[in-house]
């Protein structure tokens, strides 16, 4: 078949609804061929077309088990570069929106890292004395610096028993992109907060001192997601003045102090299993994105379950909301037409030693 180009604009201007019905027909044509990823942060209206849902290393490892040829993620980029690492040659991964992306992500890039990892080289031997770990949330050459520099991946599910590992080879870790679950794992394993340092990568030797360098156990890359900082401390010492019997579940993504008012720190995984198993009467407020939180009060509420969001403000994961139901009728169209649209391919030099970084967490940590 000729591959034929269809036009976004021709997409942009079609409502929901009319978006709903031409997808639900693409899908019903395209058939086994085609495998949508749905991340728990989407928006309704493309979450319902989503063959399978969860976080992003099980979703990617989802359509790696597949026969499906085209994997449409709905999602945002780094877990898309995922995703085409971990599947076959034969299979095609698509973003239906390229703008989507990861703020936190974006705060750590290749450049900035091995201008870190040079520096960190006149005060101590990294090769030798740290190992690079990096939040699954980067982007896939990050993975590959790991994996070129005997380091991991992880996730917030098992970022434990990698750092478990990573102080078991050498004496000190770099962490990166997110502090806040570098910092909030770290605590629990009992490194004291003195003994994490936070490294600023707009500042020459992240605006550390030798000293500091040399004492630290973890080493902090300063950056954060924009949606799990809007959680504070004081909104959950409202909800307990409320609901002095409620119980309250954050992300380890949120701020320290947010964690550490909390009943339960967790994956979206975590919060969700956490929360299903909740006894009827309970009353939660859940500390993360705000379209999970909302599914999730509406399952559990004939269930006599009340699920309330922590933050008074909408705090959206605003790049995950970049994927619209026009963007996934025009992806899916495009596919029956014979032209695959944004379709996410990893270098083979980076793809190689990114999975060697992936599989070794998934070595250590299944």
């Keep these: 078949m000729a591959a034929t180009a269809l036009a976004l604009d021709s997409f942009t201007a079609l409502s929901d609804e009319q978006c709903d019905a031409r997808i639900r027909a693409a899908k019903a044509a395209l058939g086994d061929r085609l495998m949508i990823l749905g991340h728990h942060y989407q928006r309704d209206e493309v979450f319902a077309h989503a063959d399978v849902s969860g976080d992003s290393l099980k979703l990617s490892a989802m359509a790696a088990e597949s026969d499906a040829q ?30 989507a992306g990861c703020s936190m992500a974006d705060m750590a890039n290749l450049r900035n890292v091995r201008r870190a990892w040079a520096e960190l080289q006149s005060v101590l031997d990294p090769d030798e004395q740290v190992t690079p770990v990096t939040y699954i949330n980067s982007a896939a050459d990050l993975k590959a610096f790991c994996g070129e520099h ?3 991946v992880c996730t917030s599910s098992n970022a434990r028993g990698v750092l478990d590992w990573a102080f078991s080879r050498r004496e000190k870790v770099l962490f990166f992109p997110d502090q806040h679950l570098g910092r909030n794992t770290g605590y629990d394993m009992g490194i004291a907060l003195e003994d994490m340092v936070v490294w600023d990568f707009m500042l020459p030797m992240g605006g550390l001192t030798p000293e500091q360098i ?10 954060f997601c924009s949606v799990h900082q809007m959680f504070q401390p004081g909104h959950i010492d409202r909800f307990r003045e409320a609901h002095p019997q409620g119980f309250v579940i954050s992300h380890p993504e949120n701020s320290f102090e947010v964690c550490q008012k909390s009943d339960y720190v967790g994956s979206t995984e975590t919060i969700l299993k956490t929360v299903r198993a909740a006894e009827p009467g309970s009353h939660w407020l859940v500390g993360t994105e705000l379209n999970l939180v909302n599914r999730l009060h509406d399952e559990m509420k004939p269930k006599g379950v009340t ?12 790049t995950m909301f970049r994927t619209d139901p026009q963007h996934l009728a025009w992806t899916l169209e495009s596919i029956q037409a014979g032209e695959v649209v944004n379709r996410i391919q990893v270098p083979a030099e980076v793809a190689k030693p990114a999975k060697a970084a992936l599989d070794l967490m998934l070595s250590i940590t299944r």
């Excluded at 040399?214 to 950056?223: Q, T, V």
């Design 214 to 223: 040399k004492n630290a156990k973890m080493i902090l890359w300063k950056g």
């Design 150 to 152: 005997g380091g991991i």
């Design 70 to 99: 085209y994997i449409v993620f709905c999602g945002v980029h780094f877990m898309a570069e995922v995703a085409d690492i971990l599947t076959r040659d034969n299979q095609v991964v698509i973003l239906p929106d390229l703008a």
């Design 307 to 318: 699920v309330q969001f922590m933050s008074p403000t909408v705090c959206m994961c605003s």
